[in-house]
């Protein structure tokens, strides 16, 4: 017998048919004697409606009601979840995050969770009942009210759930049957990773890769909480229920590294299109100078990514090349302008076609190499590299967005994950 947190997220429990398939993968788990805990996302659509519907009467709503408003599409799921698996005659109730509680702090519409008392929640699952909670939400403890955690948060809401339940696994069910280890949509040939580490599904998640909310990983990391990924899409009698000295056959289990018997030098290659190049050119090179420039960005919640600064012959002016998310590059370049009242003249200039490209691999520790190769194969197929960011486990390069699907194509290729 296993303890099992199940999240299912929009497309899952998209309309009555997919939320009675969602039942059926529930019902197997039940059968086989295990004990349950579902987390729920809105219905497809439904969060995008709602928050259309806010912005419409007011762009600039008080964030409680924003969140009063945007979170009861997950109340709606977890009902209309409930009332299907007692259909099926099985002993379920719907949870919202108050009723638990899900505490969180009062940055309403990006709440974080602060803590969950999940006893009352753990009796109900060991006395058999299966417990069907709202993702995205819990309630704030300073007046109470609702808080929602941000798009995505239902995966958070997994996680935090399966710590506190003792769960043996959290299994994210998505339209995709695992990780791959790249876009299968751009390279045909990317192969299902059976097992990957925290780190890199951390690394993969920031990078572009959309399976998993990074917050949900970090989280994982920190409790030890094992993840899979599986699709809700496959018939439930084709999966089997749960089996914790097996999570490795199905779909992708995300895990510590000492669980991975042999690692891969580079485990998959990521890629984020939302990306923009920032260049400010001829800036005075002295001490201070960059404080001045990346303190105001960051004061106005504005995070920068990779930065390259380069010494003019004179040694006197210096060029910096940063880059930011797409959608903050009209704020970035207000504070920039504000910057340079106080700072005296320098020449701003801007793009948003451009990409960023990550080979990610915990392989990366133990073997050199890594980098020079992904150069020289971007090298050759003449693609310029724009800025470099690295980290224990990741190569990251800025290129033009023209050479995206080349890049990844080429990268894939040679470091030998078209036949892992």
């Not at 791959?180 to 998640?205: F, G, K, N």
């Not at 990844?408 to 892992?420: F, I, M, P, T």
Request: proline letters at 2%.
């Amino acid at each position: 017998m296993a303890v099992v947190v199940m999240k299912f997220g929009g497309t899952s429990v998209a309309n009555i048919e997919r939320i009675q398939n969602v039942a059926r993968h529930v019902k197997r788990e039940v059968d086989a004697g295990n004990k349950v805990a579902v987390v729920v996302s809105a219905m497809a659509g439904a969060t995008n409606q709602l928050v259309d519907w806010v912005r419409e009467l007011s762009p600039l709503c008080d964030a409680r009601e924003y969140d009063a408003v945007v979170a009861s599409g997950e109340q709606v799921t977890a009902g209309l979840l409930a009332i299907a698996l007692q259909s099926a005659g099985i002993t379920a109730r719907s949870w919202q995050g108050w009723q638990i509680p899900i505490r969180t702090d009062a940055t309403h519409g990006a709440a974080r969770i602060a803590e969950i008392d999940g006893g009352r929640l753990r009796a109900r699952v060991e006395q058999g009942e299966v417990a069907v909670v709202t993702g995205f939400q819990g309630i704030e403890s300073d007046h109470g009210r609702i808080a929602t955690l941000g798009r995505g948060g239902s995966d958070t809401s997994a996680v935090a759930i399966a710590v506190a339940i003792g769960a043996d696994v959290c299994d994210i069910y998505t339209d995709v049957d695992g990780v791959y280890t790249t876009d299968p949509r751009v390279v045909p040939e990317a192969q299902r990773i059976a097992r990957i580490s925290y780190e890199e599904m951390l690394e993969m998640a920031s990078l572009g890769s959309k399976v998993l909310q990074t917050r949900s990983v970090e989280l994982a990391m920190v409790y030890g909480v094992r993840l899979r990924v599986l699709s809700s899409f496959v018939d439930p009698s084709d999966l089997p229920a749960v089996d914790v000295g097996a999570l490795g056959d199905i779909g992708t289990t995300v895990c510590s590294e000492d669980e991975i018997v042999e690692t891969q030098v580079v485990s998959g290659i990521a890629f984020a299109k939302d990306e923009a190049k920032v260049t400010i050119l001829n800036i005075e090179d002295k001490p201070g100078v960059a404080a001045r420039i990346f303190g105001p960005l960051a004061e106005s919640s504005i995070n920068v990514d990779m930065i390259v600064q380069n010494v003019a012959p004179d040694g006197l002016h210096t060029d910096m090349t940063f880059t930011v998310q797409a959608a903050e590059l009209p704020r970035a370049l207000k504070v920039l302008e504000r910057v340079r009242a106080d700072l005296g003249e320098f020449e701003i200039r801007s793009s948003d076609d451009v990409v960023k490209v990550s080979v990610i691999g915990i392989g990366m520790r133990s073997h050199a190499g890594v980098a020079a190769k992904m150069f020289q194969t971007l090298s050759d197929k003449g693609i310029n590299i724009l800025a470099i960011s690295t980290s224990e486990i990741k190569v990251s390069v800025l290129i033009n967005a023209d050479y995206a699907e080349l890049a990844v194509r080429a990268l894939h290729e040679v470091y030998g994950l078209d036949a892992q």
